[in-house]
C-alpha cells in the first residue's frame, strides 16, 4: 500500500472517519496471473513477472487498496511446504499440497521460518524487490500467514483433520501448539526483516467448520497468541466460509478487521463484531464480481450499501478474494457505485 492509502487505513483503526468509503481487495494468484496474462507457474517462478503484476495492479487501479499489497506467496503451498508436504504445481491452475501420510504428530518438524520449505524465497523475493516498490511509491505493509486450522487441514487432510478433532482432542491441542508456534515464528521473522510492516493478516477458512464450544477451546487461544505476538497495528482475519461464531469473538482475538463470506450481510456482521472492528466486504467474489456484468455488480453494491445504516468502519470488498476471471469492468463498476454513493 502507498502512504496515503495505509495512513487511511491506521485512521480506521483508530476509529477515524474519512472523508469516502474506501473499497480494497484481497489479491493474490488465484487472479493476478490471469490478469496479468501469464501462467500461474510464471507468476511464481518469475519475481520479475511477479513485480509487475502486481505493480500493474496498482497502477490499474490508483483509487482502490489492495490488500495486503505485493502478497511474496506461493499459493496453499507456502506454509505446509516447511513442514514437508509434497507440493503440486500445475501450469496454469492453483498449487497444492498434498496430505503428510502416514502422519504421526509426534514426529512432525519444528520448522525453521528462516531456512525451511519455500519461506526464504518468499523473504529474498521481496528484499530482492523491495527497493522498486518503495520507488512506485509502496511499502511492504503486512506479514501474512496461513491460519493453524487450515495448516493442520493440508497437513493432515481436512476430513482426517475434523474427525481428530473430535476423538482425539489432546493430539490436535497439541499439533496446533506446534503450528501456532510456528505461525508466530514466521510472522515475527517477516517483520524483522521489513521494518515498514505494521499488520498482520492470517488467512484460515476451516475456523468457519466448528461449533461454539470447539472454537472456545480449539480456536480462541491459537489466534488469540497470533495476533499479540507481533504488537502490529493492523490485525486483519480472513474468514469467507461460516463465520458467524467467528464475528462474535473478534473482540477477544484481538482482531480489529475483519474478511468474510458474502453469504452474510452487513449488518448481521456488523451486530455479532460490534462497533470497533472494520469489515471488509461483502460482494460475491464468484457468482457476481468475476461471473456478472457490471450492471449486476453495481446492483450488488447498492444492495450491500442498503444492508447496513451506519457505513463507517466498513472496507467495500469481496466476501473472500478476488476471484479468477474477475475483469477491469467489474472492479471498475464496484469502485464507480461505491464512490458515487459516498
Given at each position: 500500500?502507498?502512504?496515503?492509502?495505509?495512513?487511511?487505513?491506521?485512521?480506521?483503526?483508530?476509529?477515524?472517519k474519512l472523508n469516502y468509503k474506501p473499497t480494497g481487495f484481497i489479491i493474490d494468484s488465484p487472479w493476478l496471473p490471469g490478469w496479468f496474462g501469464i501462467s500461474t507457474i510464471d507468476y511464481y517462478a518469475s519475481d520479475e513477472l511477479w513485480l509487475?503484476?502486481?505493480?500493474?495492479?496498482?497502477?490499474?487501479?490508483?483509487?482502490?487498496?489492495?490488500?495486503?499489497?505485493?502478497?511474496?506467496?506461493?499459493?496453499?503451498?507456502?506454509?505446509?511446504?516447511?513442514?514437508?508436504?509434497?507440493?503440486?504445481?500445475?501450469?496454469?491452475?492453483?498449487?497444492?499440497?498434498?496430505?503428510?501420510?502416514?502422519?504421526?504428530?509426534?514426529?512432525?518438524?519444528?520448522?525453521?521460518?528462516?531456512?525451511?520449505?519455500?519461506?526464504?524465497?518468499?523473504?529474498?523475493?521481496?528484499?530482492?524487490?523491495?527497493?522498486?516498490?518503495?520507488?512506485?511509491?509502496?511499502?511492504?505493509?503486512?506479514?501474512?500467514?496461513?491460519?493453524?486450522?487450515?495448516?493442520?487441514?493440508?497437513?493432515?487432510?481436512?476430513?482426517?483433520?475434523?474427525?481428530?478433532?473430535?476423538?482425539?482432542?489432546?493430539?490436535?491441542?497439541?499439533?496446533?501448539?506446534?503450528?501456532?508456534?510456528?505461525?508466530?515464528?514466521?510472522?515475527?521473522?517477516?517483520?524483522?526483516?521489513?521494518?515498514?510492516?505494521?499488520?498482520?493478516?492470517?488467512?484460515?477458512?476451516?475456523?468457519?467448520?466448528?461449533?461454539?464450544?470447539?472454537?472456545?477451546?480449539?480456536?480462541?487461544?491459537?489466534?488469540?497468541?497470533?495476533?499479540?505476538?507481533?504488537?502490529?497495528?493492523?490485525?486483519?482475519?480472513?474468514?469467507?466460509?461460516?463465520?458467524?461464531?467467528?464475528?462474535?469473538?473478534?473482540?477477544?482475538?484481538?482482531?480489529?478487521?475483519?474478511?468474510?463470506?458474502?453469504?452474510?450481510?452487513?449488518?448481521?456482521?456488523?451486530?455479532?463484531?460490534?462497533?470497533?472492528?472494520?469489515?471488509?466486504?461483502?460482494?460475491?467474489?464468484?457468482?457476481?464480481?468475476?461471473?456478472?456484468?457490471?450492471?449486476?455488480?453495481?446492483?450488488?453494491?447498492?444492495?450491500?450499501?442498503?444492508?447496513?445504516?451506519?457505513?463507517?468502519?466498513?472496507?467495500?470488498?469481496?466476501?473472500?478474494?478476488?476471484?479468477?476471471?474477475?475483469?477491469?469492468?467489474?472492479?471498475?463498476?464496484?469502485?464507480?457505485?461505491?464512490?458515487?454513493?459516498?
Amino acid at each position: 500500500m502507498n502512504d496515503s492509502s495505509w495512513d487511511d487505513l491506521i485512521k480506521l483503526i483508530e476509529r477515524k472517519k474519512l472523508n469516502y468509503k474506501p473499497t480494497g481487495f484481497i489479491i493474490d494468484s488465484p487472479w493476478l496471473p490471469g490478469w496479468f496474462g501469464i501462467s500461474t507457474i510464471d507468476y511464481y517462478a518469475s519475481d520479475e513477472l511477479w513485480l509487475k503484476a502486481n505493480l500493474k495492479a496498482v497502477n490499474t487501479f490508483p483509487d482502490t487498496w489492495f490488500l495486503p499489497g505485493f502478497w511474496s506467496e506461493y499459493g496453499m503451498c507456502t506454509e505446509p511446504s516447511a513442514f514437508g508436504t509434497r507440493m503440486v504445481f500445475p501450469e496454469y491452475e492453483f498449487p497444492y499440497a498434498e496430505k503428510i501420510s502416514p502422519f504421526d504428530i509426534n514426529e512432525l518438524p519444528q520448522p525453521n521460518v528462516k531456512t525451511d520449505g519455500l519461506l526464504p524465497f518468499m523473504i529474498k523475493r521481496l528484499k530482492n524487490n523491495e527497493k522498486a516498490i518503495n520507488n512506485a511509491g509502496h511499502r511492504i505493509r503486512f506479514a501474512v500467514a496461513r491460519g493453524p486450522f487450515n495448516i493442520a487441514s493440508f497437513i493432515m487432510g481436512t476430513t482426517e483433520f475434523m474427525m481428530a478433532l473430535a476423538l482425539d482432542p489432546d493430539g490436535i491441542k497439541k499439533l496446533l501448539g506446534k503450528i501456532t508456534v510456528f505461525i508466530c515464528d514466521w510472522l515475527s521473522w517477516q517483520k524483522e526483516c521489513f521494518d515498514s510492516i505494521d499488520g498482520v493478516l492470517l488467512l484460515d477458512d476451516i475456523i468457519g467448520f466448528v461449533g461454539e464450544s470447539e472454537f472456545r477451546e480449539f480456536v480462541i487461544p491459537h489466534i488469540k497468541k497470533i495476533f499479540k505476538v507481533t504488537g502490529t497495528k493492523v490485525r486483519f482475519l480472513h474468514n469467507d466460509a461460516e463465520g458467524l461464531i467467528t464475528a462474535a469473538h473478534l473482540g477477544e482475538m484481538g482482531v480489529n478487521m475483519f474478511n468474510f463470506s458474502f453469504k452474510h450481510t452487513m449488518k448481521e456482521i456488523r451486530d455479532l463484531a460490534g462497533p470497533d472492528v472494520i469489515l471488509v466486504g461483502n460482494i460475491a467474489p464468484r457468482d457476481i464480481m468475476a461471473s456478472g456484468k457490471p450492471g449486476q455488480v453495481e446492483d450488488a453494491v447498492l444492495k450491500a450499501l442498503g444492508e447496513i445504516s451506519r457505513h463507517d468502519n466498513i472496507i467495500w470488498s469481496t466476501g473472500g478474494g478476488m476471484a479468477p476471471d474477475t475483469k477491469d469492468e467489474n472492479i471498475n463498476a464496484f469502485i464507480t457505485t461505491v464512490r458515487n454513493n459516498s
